[in-house]
């Protein structure tokens, strides 16, 4: 039996929840799986429909940490586990090693959470917490490097990329939402992300006004909401860009996979704001997984995501010039398609089934 303890799980969205999910019931054709997670809106309707054994924890933050790691605590004690795993190093920060030594555990990093000053309260924590799994598990190359340069000395941290949960089919519903949106539009851009400064979404629309003249049937969806909101709405209207972006906020899985089958390149160069960076960027491979070529960001995983050159191109998001250029060469001479073709291939190497070995030789 494995254990899954995690901060952040469906229905709650984002990148971390889908990686705990496809960790989860990839984890389910090698043993049965608990999962302790916490509890959001339309959990309950998500877990009935789910083959995961999972009991949810409520209340205040500060008292469920502690009922939560009470909880995982008393259901390791008292079974014979190959596994446990840790989303995030608060999730392990309570329990005792002595417990924790009775299995096998896994602490994954992705990189925003582990960004704290070096020698600050919270990276002492931090580290304190990663050392009491037998292995840290980071996204990427780059957030390994980074939990070393913040100070973690520990030889197992392994760099174990995350899986992707696609593709899967998109319904006649979905294909028609698409059409909807889309259109007959050339070429259409795509960013799937949360509406945060570090997305560079305000650098995109920039871009975007600097591209019609080449491209006058140009169409930009973005799909996701967040604190960048308002400011974005008020940008595109400055911009004079009604008609060539749309901004949804809300959608349905199916809409959100109609839109990004029928995109042409998904674009999202995101950028370091504060302490927030892009740890690998799982947006890029789930568009690979439909043949779409990506450009990303330099500063951040992405270069385990996107093959420079290959599967699409990474450049510096707070550069219009350089992301101007780059999505001109991703367009010309249909250059996106070849990269299509590339980012396919690419992206079965991400398929959970080989993901989950990884972490099944570890055991």
């Not at 299995?103 to 990276?123: A, D, M, Q, R, Y």
Request: aromatic content about 10%; hydrophobic content about 35%.
């Amino acid at each position: 039996m494995f254990l899954i303890s995690t901060r952040n799980f469906p229905p709650d969205v984002g990148g971390i929840q889908n990686l705990m999910e496809g960790l989860s019931n990839a984890l389910l054709n090698h043993g049965p799986v608990k999962v302790f997670a916490d509890n959001f809106e339309n959990s309950e309707s998500y877990d009935q429909t789910s083959k995961l054994n999972i009991q949810r924890i409520s209340g205040f933050k500060i008292f469920k940490k502690y009922r939560k790691a009470n909880l995982v605590k008393e259901f390791i004690k008292n079974n014979d586990l190959r596994a446990a795993f840790f989303d995030h190093w608060k999730s392990i920060e309570n329990l005792d090693s002595v417990v924790l030594k009775k299995t096998k555990t896994f602490c994954l990093i992705h990189s925003k959470e582990i960004n704290h000053p070096l020698g600050s309260s919270l990276n002492k924590r931090m580290l304190s917490s990663l050392n009491k799994a037998n292995f840290v598990i980071a996204n990427s190359n780059f957030t390994k490097q980074l939990v070393i340069k913040l100070g973690f000395e520990n030889k197992n941290i392994k760099v174990i990329n995350p899986g992707c949960n696609y593709p899967i089919k998109v319904s006649k519903e979905g294909k028609k939402f698409a059409e909807t949106i889309y259109g007959n539009t050339f070429p259409k851009l795509i960013t799937i992300s949360r509406l945060d400064a570090r997305k560079s979404h305000q650098n995109i629309l920039m871009t975007i006004k600097n591209l019609l003249p080449k491209f006058p049937n140009l169409k930009y969806v973005s799909v996701g909401t967040g604190d960048e909101r308002d400011n974005l709405e008020k940008l595109k209207k400055e911009l004079g860009l009604n008609d060539e972006v749309t901004f949804i906020y809300k959608s349905s899985e199916q809409e959100k996979i109609g839109l990004l089958e029928k995109s042409d390149i998904l674009v999202m160069p995101s950028v370091i704001y504060k302490k927030s960076v892009e740890g690998f960027g799982i947006t890029f491979i789930e568009a690979a997984s439909y043949g779409k070529p990506s450009i990303g960001g330099i500063f951040g995983g992405e270069a385990d995501a996107i093959l420079e050159g290959e599967t699409g191109y990474l450049c510096d998001g707070n550069d219009l010039n350089a992301l101007y250029e780059t999505l001109l060469k991703t367009l010309n001479n249909d250059q996106y398609k070849k990269l299509g073709v590339n980012a396919l291939e690419f992206s079965k190497n991400f398929n959970w089934d080989k993901i989950v070995k990884k972490y099944i030789e570890l055991i």
